[in-house]
Every structure is written in C-alpha cells, then in structure tokens.
C-alpha cells in the first residue's frame, strides 16, 4: 500500500469519526434510531491491507473510540471488530478470486449495484444485531 492511499485512509478514519461524534451522535429518531455513519468507514476499507490482524485491529479502534464517546462499555467495538471479520469472510465469498486486485475497496462502482447493496446490508444488519445483543 502507498504512502498516499496510507494517508488517504487516515484521512477518511479521522473524517467518519469526527462525523460520528460531532453530528450523528446527536441524531436520534423517534427516541430510538440511532445514526451509526463509522461503519462507513468499516465497509470501505481496502480488501487486503497488510492482512486480516491489522484490519481487527482498526475496527477495534474505531469501536473504542465510539465507546469512549457513547458511554457503552464495549458495545461498539464488539459490533466492529465482528463487522470487519464477517466483511473478510464475505468479501471471500462475494468476489472472483482473481477478478479484482488485493488493494481494491469494496465500493459501489468496483462491486456493482447489486453486490453492493447485498454486501452493505448483510454487513450492517451484523453490525446493528451485535450491538443490539451486546445490550
């Protein structure tokens, strides 16, 4: 991986996390819906970066720093570090295994509408199950 896609990445992780905790943190519907836009971040992560520990690792952090922030004692990085292990898991699954380069992100235009749209619920709906049977 270049050192730009390596900033390039930084960027994106201090972008969703300040998102995260400076606007959807306060948007609640209904008293009950909640805006979860780091996991985003989660999903577009490039496909191989420097194997599958550093990538539990992220999602590790990025469920802490929500934590730290949520008050919830774990909740979010549970839902994380599952969300990034079942993305490794479903990217296996989804993908030729020789029809996309290693370092490609799992977004709409390399994935297509309908891959896309299977992979981001599938991975969403983990991610809200876990934190809902964490609580």
Known sequence: MSKVSKLG??????????????VAQFIVLCHTALCFIYVAFLLLLPRRQEGLP???LIGFTVGLLV???Y?????HAFASVLV???RAFLLGLMLPASGYEAAAQPTLSN????RFSIFSLILI????????LKN
Do not use: E, P
């Open 67 to 69: 934590d730290m922030f």
């Open 111 to 114: 994935l297509g509408w309908k």
């Open 84 to 86: 990034v292990y079942s």
């Open 9 to 22: 990445q930084l960027a994106n992780f201090v972008l969703y996390i300040t998102l995260q905790l400076a």
């Open 125 to 132: 709906g983990i991610h809200h199950t876990a934190r809902l």
């Open 71 to 75: 008050n919830s004692v774990g909740t």
């Open 54 to 56: 550093l990538l539990l």
